[in-house]
């Protein structure tokens, strides 16, 4: 999961070290992405990671929709 | 999860948050007053329940996301205090997790060039970048330090 400058590097980085092309998203998605994951706190007994479904609700609300987004 | 490894999770981020560094299995034996190996058997219960990442020999500490034990190409500062992230998510989920402004500093992987982001006020100040996520959702925990 690497920020790059633009697509036309993640373009040229994908081709340099042939890999494929994965999901692209905004820094907002990202920033939507790690409030949703990671505000709660882990330290708390009850904590527990996300079942599935809430982990591809928190998907679905960023737009994330596509197959590389289906658990 | 049973009573001990929620108190060993509970010591670990709490060495991150409150010190910038996760506490090894020896130094929370002796905080629990313990023995090593109930330790050890929890950070693998823990590992397995991927709550934490372990490091393969040594059995330690590798990743309590959002945090990185090792130096990564991710760094979060907030007020004095900063971290290494194991991703730009995970860079963003320090800032999230600590709940105060923060500086995500990375750099692009194909040219790179420094790039910064911002929050302020829980806010994500405007800024250059596009994220590029190479595996699939469903594959993440296939090789959880490659994803």
Known sequence: MLLFRSEVHIERWSETWRQPRGSLLSIEQVWGLAQAWYADDRRRPGWRRKTMAEAQEIFTSLGLTSPFWQL | ???????????????????????????????????????????????????????????????????????????????????????????????????????????????GEALR??????????????VHFSVPAARWWEDIIYT
Not at chain 2, 120 to 127: E, F, V, Y
């Open chain 2, 1 to 111: 999860m049973d009573s001990l490894d929620i108190e060993v999770r509970r010591i670990i981020y709490d060495g991150f948050l409150a010190q910038g560094a996760a506490p090894g299995k020896k130094l929370i034996a002796r905080l629990l007053n313990l023995p090593e190996p109930d330790i050890d058997a929890a950070f693998e219960r823990l590992g397995e329940a991927h709550q934490l990442v372990l490091q393969p020999e040594s059995r330690e500490v590798l990743m309590a996301n959002p945090f990185s034990v090792v130096p990564t190409a991710f760094k979060v500062t907030c007020g004095t205090r900063s971290w290494w992230a194991n991703c730009i998510w995970d860079a963003l989920g320090v800032s999230a997790m600590i709940g105060q402004d923060g500086v995500v500093e990375t750099s692009c992987p194909d040219c």
């Open chain 2, 117 to 130: 982001l911002e929050i302020k006020a829980s806010r994500l100040q405007p800024a250059e970048g596009l």
